[in-house]
Protein backbone atom coordinates (compact mmCIF):
# COMPACT_ATOMS: atom_id res chain seq x y z
CA UNK A 1 0.00 0.00 0.00
CA UNK A 2 1.58 3.62 -0.90
CA UNK A 3 1.99 5.98 2.00
CA UNK A 4 0.86 8.70 -0.46
CA UNK A 5 -2.49 9.87 -0.44
CA UNK A 6 -4.27 12.89 -2.23
CA UNK A 7 -2.51 15.98 -2.10
CA UNK A 8 -4.29 19.91 -2.41
CA UNK A 9 -2.71 23.02 -2.14
CA UNK A 10 -5.15 26.44 -1.18
CA UNK A 11 -3.60 29.43 -2.21
CA UNK A 12 -3.99 32.27 0.33
CA UNK A 13 -3.06 35.97 0.92
CA UNK A 14 -2.02 36.77 4.50
CA UNK A 15 -2.42 39.66 6.20
CA UNK A 16 1.69 39.07 8.41
CA UNK A 17 3.69 37.26 7.64
CA UNK A 18 7.07 38.24 10.11
CA UNK A 19 6.31 37.13 13.89
CA UNK A 20 8.56 39.08 16.18
CA UNK A 21 8.86 37.11 19.39
CA UNK A 22 9.43 38.89 22.54
CA UNK A 23 12.67 37.71 23.31
CA UNK A 24 15.34 35.93 21.49
CA UNK A 25 14.96 32.43 21.57
CA UNK A 26 18.08 31.64 23.48
CA UNK A 27 19.98 29.63 24.18
CA UNK A 28 18.57 27.23 21.15
CA UNK A 29 18.14 28.99 17.98
CA UNK A 30 19.13 32.90 18.48
CA UNK A 31 16.10 34.05 16.69
CA UNK A 32 13.75 37.29 17.12
CA UNK A 33 11.51 36.52 14.18
CA UNK A 34 9.96 34.02 12.53
CA UNK A 35 8.55 33.71 8.41
CA UNK A 36 6.84 30.57 6.95
CA UNK A 37 5.48 30.37 3.56
CA UNK A 38 3.18 26.78 3.85
CA UNK A 39 0.91 25.57 6.42
CA UNK A 40 0.64 21.84 6.82
CA UNK A 41 3.58 19.41 5.26
CA UNK A 42 3.35 16.55 3.02
CA UNK A 43 6.26 14.58 4.70
CA UNK A 44 3.59 14.45 8.08
CA UNK A 45 6.12 12.87 10.37
CA UNK A 46 3.89 10.84 13.13
CA UNK A 47 6.04 12.81 15.78
CA UNK A 48 5.38 16.49 14.24
CA UNK A 49 4.71 19.02 16.80
CA UNK A 50 3.16 21.12 13.94
CA UNK A 51 0.11 18.79 13.83
CA UNK A 52 -0.68 19.68 17.42
CA UNK A 53 -3.78 21.34 18.04
CA UNK A 54 -1.12 24.56 19.17
CA UNK A 55 0.34 25.10 15.95
CA UNK A 56 -2.84 24.39 13.64
CA UNK A 57 -5.90 26.55 14.65
CA UNK A 58 -8.81 25.54 14.23
CA UNK A 59 -7.57 23.11 10.67
CA UNK A 60 -8.92 19.74 11.76
CA UNK A 61 -5.12 18.31 11.70
CA UNK A 62 -5.65 15.33 9.97
CA UNK A 63 -5.50 17.40 6.94
CA UNK A 64 -1.83 18.21 8.05
CA UNK A 65 -0.09 16.30 5.29
CA UNK A 66 -2.80 16.63 2.43
CA UNK A 67 -3.59 20.37 1.85
CA UNK A 68 -1.07 22.40 2.12
CA UNK A 69 -1.48 26.06 2.39
CA UNK A 70 0.64 28.66 0.39
CA UNK A 71 0.77 32.12 1.51
CA UNK A 72 1.37 33.53 -1.86
CA UNK A 73 2.15 37.08 -1.17
CA UNK A 74 5.15 35.27 1.63
CA UNK A 75 7.68 37.19 -0.21
CA UNK A 76 6.29 40.91 -0.85
CA UNK A 77 5.10 40.85 2.68
CA UNK A 78 8.43 40.11 3.76
CA UNK A 79 10.08 42.33 1.55
CA UNK A 80 7.93 45.11 3.13
CA UNK A 81 7.90 44.24 6.91
CA UNK A 82 11.39 43.26 7.45
CA UNK A 83 12.73 46.79 7.39
CA UNK A 84 10.63 47.77 9.78
CA UNK A 85 12.67 45.44 12.36
CA UNK A 86 16.01 45.60 13.94
CA UNK A 87 18.66 43.50 12.24
CA UNK A 88 18.00 40.58 14.47
CA UNK A 89 18.31 36.71 13.42
CA UNK A 90 15.64 35.93 11.40
CA UNK A 91 13.95 32.59 10.43
CA UNK A 92 12.55 31.83 7.10
CA UNK A 93 11.21 29.98 4.57
CA UNK A 94 10.33 25.88 4.41
CA UNK A 95 11.91 23.21 1.73
CA UNK A 96 9.61 20.69 2.07
CA UNK A 97 8.42 19.49 -1.16
CA UNK A 98 6.74 19.79 -3.61
CA UNK A 99 5.15 22.84 -2.22
CA UNK A 100 8.55 25.05 -2.15
CA UNK A 101 9.27 22.89 -6.17
CA UNK A 102 6.59 24.41 -7.59
CA UNK A 103 6.70 27.80 -5.33
CA UNK A 104 9.49 29.20 -4.47
CA UNK A 105 8.74 31.01 -2.00
CA UNK A 106 11.47 29.96 0.50
CA UNK A 107 13.79 31.09 -2.29
CA UNK A 108 12.01 34.48 -2.36
CA UNK A 109 12.18 35.10 1.10
CA UNK A 110 15.94 34.35 1.15
CA UNK A 111 16.51 36.93 -1.67
CA UNK A 112 14.22 39.23 0.20
CA UNK A 113 16.99 38.64 3.60
CA UNK A 114 19.84 39.18 1.41
CA UNK A 115 18.86 42.40 0.23
CA UNK A 116 18.16 43.57 3.52
CA UNK A 117 21.33 42.28 5.10
CA UNK A 118 19.54 40.48 8.05
CA UNK A 119 21.23 37.81 9.24
CA UNK A 120 19.59 34.56 8.95
CA UNK A 121 19.06 30.62 10.83
CA UNK A 122 17.18 27.74 9.53
CA UNK A 123 16.06 24.44 10.86
CA UNK A 124 15.71 22.81 8.18
CA UNK A 125 14.69 18.71 7.33
CA UNK A 126 14.65 19.21 3.60
CA UNK A 127 17.95 18.94 1.15
CA UNK A 128 16.76 20.74 -1.07
CA UNK A 129 17.59 23.71 1.03
CA UNK A 130 20.72 23.31 -1.02
CA UNK A 131 19.46 24.53 -4.27
CA UNK A 132 19.39 27.98 -2.55
CA UNK A 133 23.38 27.45 -1.52
CA UNK A 134 24.32 30.58 -3.79
CA UNK A 135 21.69 32.95 -1.90
CA UNK A 136 22.60 31.26 1.61
CA UNK A 137 26.26 31.81 0.82
CA UNK A 138 25.70 35.66 -0.41
CA UNK A 139 23.28 36.26 3.07
CA UNK A 140 26.87 34.66 5.04
CA UNK A 141 28.73 37.04 3.40
CA UNK A 142 26.78 39.94 4.14
CA UNK A 143 25.46 39.15 7.36
CA UNK A 144 25.48 35.46 8.91
CA UNK A 145 23.54 31.97 8.24
CA UNK A 146 23.65 29.30 10.69
CA UNK A 147 21.57 25.91 9.89
CA UNK A 148 20.61 23.44 11.75
CA UNK A 149 19.64 20.17 9.61
CA UNK A 150 17.00 18.38 11.52
CA UNK A 151 17.49 14.61 11.96
CA UNK A 152 16.21 12.70 14.89
CA UNK A 153 18.23 9.58 14.32
CA UNK A 154 20.29 7.81 11.87
CA UNK A 155 18.74 4.62 12.27
CA UNK A 156 16.54 3.04 9.65
CA UNK A 157 14.19 1.14 11.76
CA UNK A 158 13.21 4.82 13.50
CA UNK A 159 12.92 6.54 10.44
CA UNK A 160 10.20 4.27 8.86
CA UNK A 161 8.59 3.93 11.78
CA UNK A 162 7.90 7.48 12.67
CA UNK A 163 8.70 9.39 9.51
CA UNK A 164 8.38 7.34 6.53
CA UNK A 165 8.07 9.90 3.85
CA UNK A 166 10.36 12.27 5.31
CA UNK A 167 13.67 13.12 2.80
CA UNK A 168 16.62 10.44 3.57
CA UNK A 169 18.91 11.21 6.01
CA UNK A 170 21.79 10.35 3.83
CA UNK A 171 20.62 12.77 1.51
CA UNK A 172 20.12 15.43 4.55
CA UNK A 173 23.64 14.53 5.67
CA UNK A 174 24.98 15.24 2.32
CA UNK A 175 23.09 18.27 2.37
CA UNK A 176 25.11 19.00 5.64
CA UNK A 177 28.40 18.44 4.16
CA UNK A 178 27.21 21.01 0.78
CA UNK A 179 26.34 23.80 3.16
CA UNK A 180 29.48 23.26 5.42
CA UNK A 181 31.80 23.16 2.13
CA UNK A 182 30.56 26.48 1.85
CA UNK A 183 31.85 28.17 4.69
CA UNK A 184 28.52 27.79 6.42
CA UNK A 185 28.06 27.31 10.30
CA UNK A 186 25.94 23.76 10.20
CA UNK A 187 25.07 21.19 12.97
CA UNK A 188 21.99 18.90 13.73
CA UNK A 189 18.94 19.07 15.28
CA UNK A 190 18.24 16.62 16.48
CA UNK A 191 14.58 16.53 17.85
CA UNK A 192 12.46 14.62 18.61
CA UNK A 193 14.94 12.24 20.45
CA UNK A 194 12.41 9.41 21.00
CA UNK A 195 11.97 8.16 24.33
CA UNK A 196 13.09 4.24 25.33
CA UNK A 197 13.97 3.51 21.57
CA UNK A 198 16.54 6.33 20.13
CA UNK A 199 17.63 8.39 23.53
CA UNK A 200 20.20 5.53 24.10
CA UNK A 201 24.64 6.31 24.11
CA UNK A 202 24.68 4.33 20.94
CA UNK A 203 21.75 5.99 18.89
CA UNK A 204 23.32 9.96 20.01
CA UNK A 205 26.37 8.81 19.61
CA UNK A 206 26.07 7.37 16.44
CA UNK A 207 24.09 10.95 15.28
CA UNK A 208 27.01 13.20 16.46
CA UNK A 209 29.76 10.86 14.88
CA UNK A 210 27.67 11.62 11.70
CA UNK A 211 27.26 15.04 11.88
CA UNK A 212 31.28 15.42 12.40
CA UNK A 213 31.55 13.41 9.40
CA UNK A 214 29.54 15.60 7.44
CA UNK A 215 31.25 19.12 8.69
CA UNK A 216 28.76 19.88 11.46
CA UNK A 217 29.98 21.87 14.62
CA UNK A 218 27.25 21.01 17.32
CA UNK A 219 24.36 18.86 17.87
CA UNK A 220 21.58 20.31 19.79
CA UNK A 221 18.87 17.62 20.97
CA UNK A 222 15.19 18.07 22.48
CA UNK A 223 13.14 15.78 23.80
CA UNK A 224 9.29 14.53 22.06
CA UNK A 225 6.76 16.82 23.05
CA UNK A 226 3.23 15.35 23.01
CA UNK A 227 0.26 17.47 21.92
CA UNK A 228 -3.23 16.27 21.04
CA UNK A 229 -3.67 14.89 17.72
CA UNK A 230 0.01 14.32 17.45
CA UNK A 231 -0.13 12.57 20.64
CA UNK A 232 -2.02 9.63 19.53
CA UNK A 233 -0.46 9.16 16.58
CA UNK A 234 2.86 9.19 18.00
CA UNK A 235 1.64 6.84 20.35
CA UNK A 236 0.09 4.62 17.90
CA UNK A 237 3.64 4.67 15.69
CA UNK A 238 5.25 3.65 18.86
CA UNK A 239 3.00 0.87 19.61
CA UNK A 240 3.39 -0.50 16.04
CA UNK A 241 7.00 -0.64 16.50
CA UNK A 242 6.60 -2.30 19.47
CA UNK A 243 3.80 -3.10 21.69
CA UNK A 244 6.01 -3.20 24.94
CA UNK A 245 6.33 0.99 24.24
CA UNK A 246 3.48 2.07 24.47
CA UNK A 247 3.00 1.62 28.20
CA UNK A 248 6.52 2.29 28.67
CA UNK A 249 5.58 6.13 27.18
CA UNK A 250 2.22 6.77 28.74
CA UNK A 251 4.03 6.19 32.39
CA UNK A 252 6.87 8.54 31.22
CA UNK A 253 4.45 11.32 30.30
CA UNK A 254 1.91 10.31 33.26
CA UNK A 255 -0.14 9.78 30.74
CA UNK A 256 -3.27 7.68 31.89
CA UNK A 257 -6.24 5.98 29.32
CA UNK A 258 -8.59 8.11 28.67
CA UNK A 259 -6.43 11.41 30.46
CA UNK A 260 -3.60 13.58 28.47
CA UNK A 261 0.02 13.35 28.48
CA UNK A 262 2.21 15.95 29.85
CA UNK A 263 3.61 18.38 26.95
CA UNK A 264 7.10 16.79 27.36
CA UNK A 265 9.17 14.27 29.50
CA UNK A 266 10.27 14.77 33.04
CA UNK A 267 12.91 17.42 33.98
CA UNK A 268 15.05 14.51 35.07
CA UNK A 269 14.57 12.48 32.03
CA UNK A 270 15.75 15.82 30.13
CA UNK A 271 18.31 16.53 31.97
CA UNK A 272 19.83 13.34 31.66
CA UNK A 273 20.03 13.21 27.76
CA UNK A 274 21.27 16.56 27.93
CA UNK A 275 24.06 15.58 30.08
CA UNK A 276 24.72 12.58 27.88
CA UNK A 277 24.69 14.50 24.62
CA UNK A 278 27.31 16.96 26.08
CA UNK A 279 29.24 14.24 27.29
CA UNK A 280 29.51 12.69 23.73
CA UNK A 281 29.71 16.20 21.64
CA UNK A 282 32.43 16.80 23.87
CA UNK A 283 34.47 13.29 23.28
CA UNK A 284 34.12 13.77 19.33
CA UNK A 285 34.70 17.93 19.57
CA UNK A 286 31.41 18.75 18.78
CA UNK A 287 29.52 21.29 20.67
CA UNK A 288 25.75 20.99 22.27
CA UNK A 289 24.79 24.57 21.84
CA UNK A 290 24.61 26.61 18.59
CA UNK A 291 27.25 29.29 18.56
CA UNK A 292 25.21 33.16 18.70
CA UNK A 293 25.73 35.31 16.30
CA UNK A 294 26.84 38.74 17.41
CA UNK A 295 26.54 41.94 15.34
CA UNK A 296 29.12 44.28 15.14
CA UNK A 297 29.07 47.92 16.75
CA UNK A 298 28.78 48.94 20.42
CA UNK A 299 26.33 46.24 21.87
CA UNK A 300 27.88 43.81 20.49
CA UNK A 301 29.26 43.25 24.37
CA UNK A 302 25.52 42.72 25.45
CA UNK A 303 25.26 39.93 22.93
CA UNK A 304 27.81 38.17 24.59
CA UNK A 305 27.38 38.85 27.90
CA UNK A 306 23.41 37.84 27.17
CA UNK A 307 24.45 34.70 25.39
CA UNK A 308 26.98 33.67 28.34
CA UNK A 309 23.62 34.07 30.44
CA UNK A 310 21.15 32.27 28.82
CA UNK A 311 23.87 29.28 27.99
CA UNK A 312 23.91 29.13 32.34
CA UNK A 313 20.05 28.98 32.28
CA UNK A 314 20.65 25.60 30.29
CA UNK A 315 23.48 24.55 32.25
CA UNK A 316 21.36 24.93 35.13
CA UNK A 317 18.16 23.29 33.72
CA UNK A 318 20.96 20.30 33.43
CA UNK A 319 21.74 20.32 36.64
CA UNK A 320 18.11 20.40 37.75
CA UNK A 321 18.33 23.89 39.71
CA UNK A 322 15.47 25.30 41.44
CA UNK A 323 13.37 26.96 39.29
CA UNK A 324 13.83 30.75 40.63
CA UNK A 325 17.33 30.37 39.90
CA UNK A 326 17.01 29.20 36.28
CA UNK A 327 14.36 32.22 36.05
CA UNK A 328 16.47 34.74 37.36
CA UNK A 329 19.57 34.07 34.42
CA UNK A 330 16.39 33.81 31.75
CA UNK A 331 14.94 37.50 33.06
CA UNK A 332 18.95 38.97 33.32
CA UNK A 333 19.63 37.45 30.04
CA UNK A 334 16.70 39.13 28.27
CA UNK A 335 17.46 42.23 30.09
CA UNK A 336 21.09 42.79 29.08
CA UNK A 337 20.24 41.44 25.72
CA UNK A 338 17.44 44.22 24.91
CA UNK A 339 19.27 47.36 27.21
CA UNK A 340 19.97 50.09 24.47
CA UNK A 341 23.42 51.03 25.61
CA UNK A 342 26.62 49.42 26.39
CA UNK A 343 26.46 47.29 29.71
CA UNK A 344 30.22 47.72 29.20
CA UNK A 345 30.19 51.31 29.49
CA UNK A 346 27.81 51.40 32.46
CA UNK A 347 30.34 49.11 33.92
CA UNK A 348 33.01 51.97 33.31
CA UNK A 349 31.27 54.68 34.78
CA UNK A 350 29.67 53.32 37.14
CA UNK A 351 30.68 49.64 38.37
CA UNK A 352 28.47 47.11 39.69
CA UNK A 353 26.17 50.16 40.77
CA UNK A 354 25.12 50.73 37.62
CA UNK A 355 24.68 47.36 36.48
CA UNK A 356 22.08 46.95 39.16
CA UNK A 357 20.23 49.38 37.38
CA UNK A 358 18.74 47.15 34.99
CA UNK A 359 15.81 45.47 35.28
CA UNK A 360 16.24 42.03 37.80
CA UNK A 361 20.17 41.98 38.26
CA UNK A 362 20.77 42.50 41.84
CA UNK A 363 24.02 42.04 43.48
CA UNK A 364 24.89 39.03 42.61
CA UNK A 365 24.31 39.15 39.06
CA UNK A 366 25.99 42.71 39.01
CA UNK A 367 29.07 40.64 40.01
CA UNK A 368 29.13 37.66 37.99
CA UNK A 369 28.42 39.83 35.22
CA UNK A 370 30.99 42.15 36.06
CA UNK A 371 33.70 39.30 36.51
CA UNK A 372 32.85 38.40 32.29
CA UNK A 373 32.88 42.17 31.48
CA UNK A 374 36.53 41.97 32.40
CA UNK A 375 36.95 39.47 30.74
CA UNK A 376 35.35 40.25 27.44
CA UNK A 377 37.91 43.32 27.52
CA UNK A 378 41.12 41.29 28.28
CA UNK A 379 39.97 38.52 25.60
CA UNK A 380 39.21 42.04 23.15
CA UNK A 381 42.39 43.52 23.75
CA UNK A 382 44.43 40.34 23.10
CA UNK A 383 42.19 39.96 19.76
CA UNK A 384 43.14 43.48 18.99
CA UNK A 385 46.92 43.27 19.42
CA UNK A 386 46.79 40.14 17.81
CA UNK A 387 45.47 41.87 15.23
CA UNK A 388 47.79 44.76 14.70
S1 LIG B 1 9.35 17.30 7.77
FE1 LIG B 1 9.32 18.59 9.59
S2 LIG B 1 7.53 19.93 9.34
FE2 LIG B 1 7.30 18.22 7.92
S3 LIG B 1 6.09 16.75 9.02
FE3 LIG B 1 8.22 16.17 9.33
S4 LIG B 1 8.79 17.20 11.25
FE4 LIG B 1 6.89 18.16 10.52
Redesign the pocket.
Known amino acids: MSVYSALEFQEVRTRKIVNVHKHVDGPWFWGKYTAHPYVG?????Q?????GSRYLGRRDPDT??TLIQVKINAVELLRKELPRLEHEVISVG?W?QPAEDRYLLSRGMLAVVRDLGFPLFIVE??PLLVRDLDLLGEINRGAWVGVLV?ISNVDPVLKRAF?PR?PGVKRRLQAMAKLADAGILVGTSMMPILPLVGDDEGHLEDMVRATKDHGGICVLGGGLTMDGVQAKRTLEAARRLDPALKARWRELYDWEVGGKPSYGPPGAYNARLGLLLRELCARHGLLDRLPRYIPPGPLAVNKRIAERLFLKTYDLELEQAKDYRIWAYRKAAWAVDEWPESIAEIYKVQGEAGLRELPGIGKSLAGEIAGWLREDNNELRITTTNLE
Open positions: CRSGCFCYSRFDDQRSSES
